[in-house]
């Protein structure tokens, strides 16, 4: 027999005995395909279903170990042993490290384990994209509703109704680094000293305020930001909103080369490089685990609201949300028109009878110019999405949710490269039967992920309307403008913030591109088309009053006090 069919047995103490493997039916939030069996009372380690006792223990040093470089071509019978030892190898590990969980947080990070299990096995069965490109077909009439076709919600008793019937959920798992912020990115500071925290409780506490309404604000959290927002949160105690939250899972890091977890233990304290929040379509997963879409449920909530906590356009829309409760629809996904710089954003497409999103990395390579055609593909996903709390009930417990993964490798301070695997929420949307998108203004869509988008909402553009930003009347054309600030002295927000002695007037700017070290005094003005390049050891000060534009404004300028 060849090396490549090894089927030699494992000593009696090393795998379990098949009792203990048995293929189980899926359990309770599990895909049939994916689902681990429950660990015997001896607490065997959970292996995935369909794993038999013929593999052999995958080390980071050995050649099955090396699932994507063996040296040899692998016969088809040798790719699937060593997906199965992978399996097995993986199973074993995890069961190291819930050993090392502490009693409070055993069973959440064995249900953690569980749904890491069906990610990684998704993952290693499965290559190649998960789109065949000749099988996208036009997208029917109906399937992309305008949103400006919509009934508009006037009768003040049937929106209190509505909104009794809603559930506000952001997606609060991410830090502030990328613009140099330690803590919870929604503690930012984001127009007049509000944070994107403080704006979205504002805008629903208007809303109960003003129907008499019970709209429930929940936020899900990483590990990375619980501890603090939990703090934060104090302060809304005296507010018309009744804030709850759920943790994402923490799953490990996996090691590129072996792909075993690089964790030692499962205290997140002793090395928060080990792990990391797997994406926001974890959100159905953990939000059934948390309890609260049973306990909404029992409240009579039908609806729930998902978005970005940093898309600031994300606000609730009675509109839309008719349209849930009236239409019927279990799933709807806003999208906007796509421009030049939203070319990577997903787009929805009619595949196999089924409305779904496309994201770029799903996209065979000899294509994404075409998915970066605004004539082909002219819609983008905003991220806002609304679904019927049952449907989605429903879909966990009949294991329905089939997400792709995403492969986010990284490189860790240490120099380790690693994989992330990842999902996305609006990737479930082929797995409701009832699903919509609507095309919505692009208001709707406000992110702010750098500072340059910062610089746009705290600029005399928008004003505020209890917690909602509303772009200026004075603005003459609806569009934003284009903005780039150069990352070497704008990417933090503090160095950000040094730099303009008042955020500019941009009523009438086009684009405005800054690069180098470049200042702005007070009452500036930017309009059309501005460019201020300042060259490296050179400086710009743009003088207080100034009225630029359409220039470029390059070289040195220097303002000194006399």
């Not at 090392?100 to 069906?118: D, L």
């Not at 109906?142 to 509505?162: G, R, W």
């Not at 294991?399 to 860790?412: A, Q, R, W, Y």
Request: charged fraction near 25%; aromatic fraction near 6%.
């Amino acid at each position: 027999m060849s090396d490549q069919g090894n089927t030699s047995l494992p000593p009696k103490n090393g795998t379990p005995p098949p009792h203990a493997v048995a293929a189980t039916p899926p359990q309770r939030g599990e895909t049939a395909e994916g689902a681990a069996p429950s660990p015997s009372p001896q607490k065997t380690p959970v292996l995935p279903p369909g794993m038999g006792h013929k593999g052999t223990q995958v080390t980071p040093t050995s050649p099955r170990g090396r699932l994507f470089g063996h040296q040899r071509t692998p016969s088809m019978e040798f790719k699937e042993l060593t997906k199965k030892d992978a399996q097995i190898s993986l199973a074993h590990e995890l069961e190291k490290l819930t050993k090392t969980a502490n009693m409070s947080e055993k069973e959440m990070m064995e249900k953690n384990f569980e749904g890491f299990q069906r990610l990684f096995s998704k993952f290693i069965n499965e290559s190649g994209t998960s789109v065949h490109w000749d099988k996208i077909e036009r997208l029917p009439k109906d399937a992309i509703k305008n949103y400006s076709e919509l009934p508009a919600m006037s009768d003040k008793a049937q929106i209190k109704d509505l909104l009794n019937q809603l559930v506000v959920i952001k997606l609060n798992g991410g830090l502030g680094t990328s613009m140099g912020c330690s803590g919870p990115k929604s503690v930012i500071p984001v127009r007049n000293d509000l944070t994107f925290l403080d704006l979205t409780v504002q805008q629903i506490e208007y809303l109960n305020k003003t129907y008499d309404a019970d709209v429930p604000l929940v936020l899900m959290n990483s590990f990375n930001t619980d501890e603090e927002t939990m703090k934060i949160i104090r302060k809304y105690s005296g507010f018309k909103v009744t804030i709850r939250t759920f943790n994402q899972s923490r799953f490990p890091r996996i090691n590129k080369e072996s792909l075993m977890p690089i964790a030692k233990s499962c205290r997140a304290e002793d090395d928060m490089e080990a792990w990391y929040p797997p994406g926001h379509g974890d959100f159905y997963q953990s939000f059934s685990n948390s309890g609260l879409l049973n306990e909404f449920i029992e409240q009579g909530k039908k609806v729930c609201f998902i978005s970005n906590i940093d898309n600031l356009g994300a606000t609730v829309d009675l509109n839309i949300l008719g349209q849930c409760v009236t239409e019927g629809y279990d799933f709807i996904m806003e999208v906007t028109e796509k421009t030049r710089a939203d070319v990577k954003g997903g787009t929805l497409i009619n595949y196999e009878g089924k409305l779904r999103l496309l994201e770029v990395a799903q996209v065979p390579k000899d294509h994404e110019e075409d998915f970066k055609s605004v004539k082909k593909f002219n819609v983008f996903n905003t991220n806002n999405l609304w679904m019927r709390l049952d449907t989605v009930q429903t879909n966990i417990q009949e294991g329905l949710l089939d997400i792709e993964v995403i492969v986010n490798p990284k490189t860790l301070d240490n120099g380790l490269n690693v994989y992330q695997l990842e999902t996305a929420v609006g990737a479930a949307m082929k797995c409701f039967d009832h699903a919509v998108g609507i095309n919505v203004p692009r208001s709707r869509f406000l992110p702010v992920k750098k500072t340059s988008d910062l610089l746009l909402v705290m600029s005399n553009l928008y004003s505020l309307d209890h917690g909602s930003l509303v772009m200026s009347p004075k603005r003459m054309f609806p569009s934003t403008p284009l903005v780039k600030l150069g990352d070497n002295h704008f990417k933090k927000v503090n160095a950000f913030l040094s730099r303009f002695g008042s955020i500019p007037d941009m009523l009438e700017l086009d684009h405005l591109t800054v690069s180098g070290d470049v200042t702005f005094g007070r009452g500036v003005s930017v309009r059309g088309t501005v460019i201020i390049i300042a060259n490296h050891g050179d400086r710009i000060d743009i003088p207080a009053g100034a009225i630029l534009e359409n220039k470029i404004v390059s070289g040195n300028l220097r303002i000194l006090d006399h």
